[in-house]
């Protein structure tokens, strides 16, 4: 297997391997794919080296990927006593940032990335991810590297392997969390193919929860650091067992505390001024061009153009923890508002069956677009003149920032990254609106607020301009994460 001798001395690059289980534009399922492509890229602006290394899913469609793509590993690892899988690392440039596509046949040739094509996740996730962390390590053990970066609970037994067996000059590792939600938590049997042993399953033991093993647990005792993605959401986690999942005294007892950074935007990909996706570019100087989009958008989901209504766009993963069973009891109330919905997404069917009811229900006011569609999204945010985000919670969250570059004011819960990024709107400063409490009652009263505001052009347009004025790029984030780095190296 070749080496990839670092090129340049420690004191002059760092070498940092990104683990990650989604890259954009490769393979995406939510906001980790868009961060494991702008993060690498913005640390590399800073002076780092930087490989990601993720699966290549059968989703990945062969004509996106890099022509230069080439094979520089393969190898097998083992799963437990009896199984010997093989794999392949096919590499290539992109842009400033080196990608290692691990190749298999039996775990990523598939079309789902987590699920299959009924929505269910795949019964041997666990196993799929063990192995691409087993990758990863036969690849660290024959490389070199000074950080190993890891992500959320796919990746997080990394740390655990790195502090347990012996590797020569183990890089350092840092964990972010982008989601707590999620936690590898299988059924204990599992270890077996991890070949960890069972010295850290015990009752209150670093990898055992509750009886069942806790992968994002094993990584957060033993990562020399963890951050998550606002320091809202980081805050949250440590103060309440519901939102991080029961991790908080984990969290608590760390010896140095978590930390949050917020995610940034790529602006290459979010701007309405050089957006190829959408109609009309337009700019916070020259918001003209929003109204095309808007007509295009009104057009592209079937609904009529009807005066003094509100467009509202929602982008979003379908799943509890996105706050749409705030929407249930205000049926009624909502649709006799001069209101306009255009909803992208899926996920649970109770989710996907409401908005097609209401789409059913209501042709002229609700347009339902069932699944995944980058193009779609790229159109509701430039042509919606609002964006909807009620979560329960929310690590960072991405779609209120591009809203906000968009001139489509974000209506958001108050929680983790919407907290950190969406000022709520006093009549002259502020960016968007929010409400607080959990309840249908405080939403409903955030969108009435919205669309008191909407009805007074000039604050709208004031509004507008605050909102697209905002600047939440890349690079402020990617220089907490090498301040961490480089701390890691002293
Ligand atoms: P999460 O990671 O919890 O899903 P984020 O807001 O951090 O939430 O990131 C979601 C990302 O996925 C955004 O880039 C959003 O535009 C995108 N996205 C979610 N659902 C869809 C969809 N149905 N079609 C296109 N893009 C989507």
Not at 61 to 71: E, G, M, Q
Not at 195 to 215: D, I, K, R, S, V
Not at 300 to 323: E, F, Q, T
Not at 370 to 382: R, T
């Amino acid at each position: 297997m070749p080496r990839k001798p670092p090129s340049k001395s420690p004191e002059t690059s760092l070498q940092i391997l990104f683990c990650t289980t989604e890259s954009a534009p490769f393979s995406k399922v939510g906001g980790l794919a868009d961060v494991s492509q702008a993060l690498p890229a913005a640390l590399t602006g800073l002076g780092a080296e930087v490989t990601v290394i993720t699966p290549l899913y059968g989703s990945i469609n062969r004509r996106d990927l890099p022509d230069s793509l080439k094979i520089i590993a393969q190898g097998t690892v083992s799963l437990g006593e009896y199984r010997e899988r093989s794999f392949k690392i096919l590499s290539a440039a992109v842009g400033s940032v080196t990608i290692w596509f691990v190749e298999s046949a039996e775990y990523f040739a598939r079309s789902g990335i987590y699920e299959d094509e009924h929505g269910f996740p795949f019964w041997d996730n666990g196993e799929r991810y063990i192995f691409f962390q087993k990758v990863i390590l036969a690849m660290v053990r024959r490389t070199h590297f000074h950080i190993l970066h890891v992500n959320d609970h796919h990746t997080a037994l990394l740390p655990v392997y790195l502090k347990t067996e012996a590797v020569k000059n183990p890089p350092k590792t840092v964990l972010t969390i982008h989601n707590i939600g999620y936690q590898g938590r299988y059924s204990p049997d599992i270890l077996n193919l991890t070949g960890l042993g069972w010295a850290a399953f015990y009752p209150g033991g670093p990898l055992e929860f509750h009886g069942q093993t806790n992968f994002l647990k094993g990584g957060i005792i033993h990562a020399d650091r963890v951050t998550t993605v606002s320091p809202s959401y980081a805050s949250e986690l440590l103060a309440s067992p519901e939102i991080s999942f029961g991790l908080d005294g984990v969290l608590r007892s760390l010896k140095m505390p978590l930390q949050g950074i917020l995610n940034g935007v790529d602006y290459q990909v979010w701007s309405p001024e050089q957006d190829p996706l959408i109609p009309a570019h337009f700019s916070a100087e020259n918001t003209a061009g929003k109204q095309t989009n808007r007509a295009a958008l009104l057009a592209r989901s079937g609904l009529p153009d009807l005066p003094g209504h509100a467009l509202v766009g929602i982008i979003s993963r379908l799943v509890d923890s996105k706050g749409f069973e705030l929407l249930i009891p205000l049926e009624e109330e909502l649709m006799t508002m001069p209101l306009q919905w255009t909803i992208l997404g899926s996920g649970e069917t109770r989710f996907e069956d409401l908005f097609r009811q209401w789409a059913e229900r209501y042709p002229e006011k609700v347009a339902y677009h069932q699944g995944y569609d980058a193009a779609l999204s790229h159109l509701i945010e430039a042509g919606a003149d609002m964006f909807l985000m009620p979560s329960k919670y929310e690590a960072c969250g991405l779609n209120q920032i591009y809203s906000l570059r968009y001139g489509t004011i974000p209506i958001v819960r108050q929680t983790g990254g919407l907290a950190d990024t969406v000022q709520a709107w006093n009549g002259a400063c502020g960016t968007g609106f929010n409400f607080q409490f959990y309840s249908p009652f405080a939403l409903l009263q955030a969108i009435n607020q919205a669309l008191q505001v909407f009805r007074d052009k000039p604050a709208w347009h004031t509004l507008m301009h605050n909102a697209m004025s905002q600047d939440f790029s890349w690079e402020r984030s990617a220089r907490a994460y090498m301040e961490i780095y480089q701390e890691l190296m002293k």
